[in-house]
């Protein structure tokens, strides 16, 4: 008898074993699939999971908008799937379902076991609209339109080798430090959308812009050429890189503005003023500047450079002697008369003059004397006071005889 009841226990156990594995679904259990995602694109995604740890069972993927609505079911084959038809910059929540395959063909199908539910995400759209908002010697300031779904943005800089990420924010602006100045970087934008579930879908690039730091300071700035006759002096400096342009600035010693202009856009680092002053030292300077939204942004200055026109230079001859006469420039603090029988080289000093002096007598040509019929040159090399320094102007009074 004892041997029956037992047997009959067997039946009734094996029984109720397949009335879990085979019933309704109601005593399916959670089973820790490890499931995630593997890619994505604009409208799918890609998930895998670890095998269930029984034979006979086939699986199917559900996705939804919460954890709660997963209605969109598929069969999978193998232990990954490919889920397509959804939305670009969509986030979903899928869950893997294990079945009995010995039910496979029958209504309703017997639910094993089911995973965890992750969070998982399309690619969002690329950002649009990245232009240059701003500048400093050593950074850029960006901005573009936020892109729906996404969570963060991957700023990318070019380099030899393509599009390199090199800073990410949540924020729809950036700034990025650490630069140069005069540089010209070409970057992009690229969305991203993080899931709970840790797993990052990236956009593709936005539109490329190439965006500039403040240009450096110029480093030299002349007077090349000036033409008495015409009153007209050229201006010629030390071209920036990457700069859009560049601008002017002319003054008195005193700093009252006598020319201040842009020469434009390219790359012209010269420029001619007509008229220039006649009889006072000017200063002159440059500096270079870039455009961003319309908006001139301005380097530094360059040093000064500093030249006075002459006004006039008379020689007369008595005897062996010259005497040399000229007209006071306003803010020279003295002269420099120089003499040579050579037109363009040669020359000595004479002597060095006060601020208040006018005119000097030639007796010799270095050590020799002069000759009665023998053509010498003359230059009056002005001279102002810069700081402690005295400065000599680019250009002087000249006369031969």
């Known amino acids: 008898m004892k041997k029956a009841v037992r047997g009959l226990m067997m039946v009734f156990a094996v029984a109720f074993g397949l009335l879990i594995f085979t019933g309704t679904g109601k005593a399916a259990t959670t089973w820790n699939a490890g499931l995630k995602q593997t890619n994505y694109a604009g409208t799918s995604v890609n998930v895998s999971w670890n095998p269930l740890l029984m034979t006979g069972v086939y699986y199917t993927t559900v996705i939804g908008f919460s954890p709660t609505s997963l209605t969109k079911e598929e069969s999978a084959y193998g232990t990954s799937e490919y889920i397509g038809g959804l939305s670009e910059g969509g986030v979903y929540y899928v869950q893997v379902r294990a079945y009995s395959d010995s039910a496979r063909y029958k209504k309703p199908e017997t639910l094993v076991a089911y995973s965890e539910v992750i969070q998982v995400a399309t690619s969002p759209s690329a950002p649009t609209g990245l232009m240059q908002t701003g500048a400093t010697t050593n950074s850029i300031t960006m901005k573009w339109n936020p892109v729906p779904g996404a969570t963060g943005y991957t700023i990318c800089r070019y380099n030899n080798t393509g599009y390199t990420p090199i800073a990410t924010t949540a924020a729809t602006s950036c700034t990025v430090k650490g630069l140069g100045a005069s540089q010209k970087i070409d970057y992009v934008v690229r969305a991203n959308v993080t899931t709970s579930s840790g797993f990052t879908s990236q956009s593709s690039n936005s539109n490329y812009v ?154 010799k040509c270095g050590k020799k004397k002069l000759k009665k019929h023998k053509r010498y040159y003359i230059r009056v090399k002005y001279l102002t006071k810069v700081g402690k320094k005295k400065v000599a102007s680019g250009v002087m009074g000249t006369g031969n005889i």
């Open 210 to 363: 190439y965006m500039c730091t403040v240009p450096s300071k110029v480093a030299y700035i002349s007077m090349t050429n000036y033409d008495d006759l015409l009153q007209e002096a050229t201006y010629q400096w030390n071209s920036v890189n990457n700069a859009s342009g560049y601008q002017f600035q002319l003054q008195t010693y005193k700093g009252k503005n006598l020319l201040t202009k842009d020469t434009g856009s390219g790359y012209a680092n010269y420029i001619y003023v007509k008229p220039f002053k006649k009889g006072v030292f000017t200063k002159a300077r440059a500096r270079a500047y870039i455009i961003i939204n319309n908006k001139k942004i301005y380097g530094a200055w360059s040093d000064l450079n500093y030249n006075a026109s002459a006004k006039k230079v008379t020689l007369r001859r008595r005897g062996n002697k010259i005497k040399v006469t000229w007209k006071k420039i306003s803010g020279a603090a003295g002269y420099t008369v120089m003499i040579s029988t050579k037109a363009k080289s040669g020359f000595k000093k004479v002597k060095t003059l006060g601020k208040k002096s006018t005119s000097i007598t030639i007796k």
